[in-house]
């Protein structure tokens, strides 16, 4: 069994940055893609960014420009700045990875509240 602890989360004003983390641990063979995900109120939980084992990177529209996705495949960690924050942007925010053998494991998720 994986497991995903996020941290990072908190309280920002509109224009803030924040930085979130996510460390895998367990049964670990190998990691292949890792991601973040966010759930606002009321929405669907929808892909914030992706990042694969060679560091290939793929955004929400939402989020271009603002975000960046970065991963440590030796400390098998992700992380996620967050630039530019929006009130939009409120949302629990969630680790995914996708162990080779073990398939997809997901993190108990992180509170990111942006204040305008």
């Known amino acids: 069994q994986v497991q995903l602890v996020e941290s990072g989360g908190g309280l920002v004003q509109a224009g803030g940055s924040l930085r979130l983390s996510c460390a895998a641990s367990g049964r670990i063979v190998t990691i292949r893609d890792m991601g973040w995900y966010r759930q606002a109120p009321g929405k669907q939980r929808e892909l914030v960014a992706t990042?694969?084992?060679?560091?290939?990177?793929n955004y929400a529209d939402s989020v271009k420009g603002r975000f960046t996705i970065s991963r440590d495949n030796a400390k098998n960690m992700v992380y996620l700045q967050m630039n530019s924050l929006k009130p939009e942007d409120t949302a629990v925010y969630y680790c995914a990875a996708d162990e080779i053998i073990q398939g997809r494991y997901w993190g108990q998720g992180t509170q990111v509240t942006v204040s305008s």
């Open positions: 990042i694969t084992r060679g560091s290939s990177t």
